[in-house]
T-cell receptor
Framework: DVKVTQSSRYLVKRTGEKVFLECVQDMDHENMFWYRQDPGLGLRLIYFSYDVKMKEKGDIPEGYSVSREKKERFSLILESASTNQTSMYLC????????????FGSGTRLTVV | SQKIEQNSEALNIQEGKTATLTCNYTNYSPAYLQWYRQDPGRGPVFLLLIRENEKEKRKERLKVTFDTTLKQSLFHITASQPADSATYLCARHRSGNTGKLIFGQGTTLQVKP
């Protein structure tokens, strides 16, 4: 069964901490994505990567960075966590091209206190 | 700007009936539209992709239509069951048909026994 695995289901961090969210896929997909999901705002794209070491900003990249050193792994980094980054974070992957669906991970619910 | 709009009000129907969910988009027609199912606290799961020249696509009890004149996609679940209760998301690709999706906010379906 193909999978996107996010390292944590729930995470509580303090304001100002540097936070790493890890995502691994086993499908040899080229594309990987980080979204956050908030009530009333839906899914918003933070960053996107279409190849190793390649990345593009999404709609809300401020306060975040990403790393893709290997094809299967895409990490989201919160440089200095703030309370407004409390959210559900979803990683997804897909094959290259517009006619493929995404496979999502189960999500990480991050609370910043 | 490109938008995807779904009815934010929950849809409540009786078991055995057909559920119909609506997705409207703005600007030019995308080459593809996608539908996902999301259960509470979980990541979305890809259900169907429909191409603009397909008009209609079926998968078991699911049927999706794509009307480029109305700029609308309809998602039908026939013989609905309580297990179909979930939030359903519609998504389109951004301009240039890159791999990046824009998601609607989703419509919550509640099927009552």
């Amino acid at each position: 069964d193909v999978k996107v695995t996010q390292s944590s289901r729930y995470l509580v961090k303090r304001t100002g901490e540097k936070v790493f969210l890890e995502c691994v896929q086993d499908m040899d997909h080229e594309n990987m994505f980080w979204y956050r999901q908030d009530p009333g705002l839906g899914l918003r794209l933070i960053y996107f990567s279409y190849d190793v070491k390649m990345k593009e900003k999404g709609d809300i990249p401020e306060g975040y960075s990403v790393s893709r050193e290997k094809k299967e792994r895409f990490s989201l980094i919160l440089e200095s966590a703030s309370t407004n980054q409390t959210s559900m974070y979803l990683c997804a992957s897909s094959l290259l091209g517009a006619d493929y669906g995404y496979t999502f991970g189960s999500g990480t619910r991050l609370t910043v206190v | 700007s490109q938008k995807i709009e779904q009815n934010s009000e929950a849809l409540n129907i009786q078991e055995g009936k057909t559920a119909t969910l609506t997705c409207n988009y703005t600007n030019y027609s995308p080459a593809y539209l996608q539908w996902y199912r999301q259960d509470p606290g979980r990541g979305p799961v890809f259900l169907l992709l429909i191409r603009e020249n397909e008009k209609e696509k079926r998968k078991e009890r699911l049927k999706v239509t794509f009307d480029t004149t109305l700029k609308q996609s309809l998602f039908h679940i026939t013989a609905s069951q309580p297990a179909d209760s979930a939030t359903y998301l519609c998504a389109r690709h951004r301009s240039g048909n890159t791999g990046k999706l824009i998601f609607g906010q989703g419509t919550t379906l509640q099927v009552k026994p």
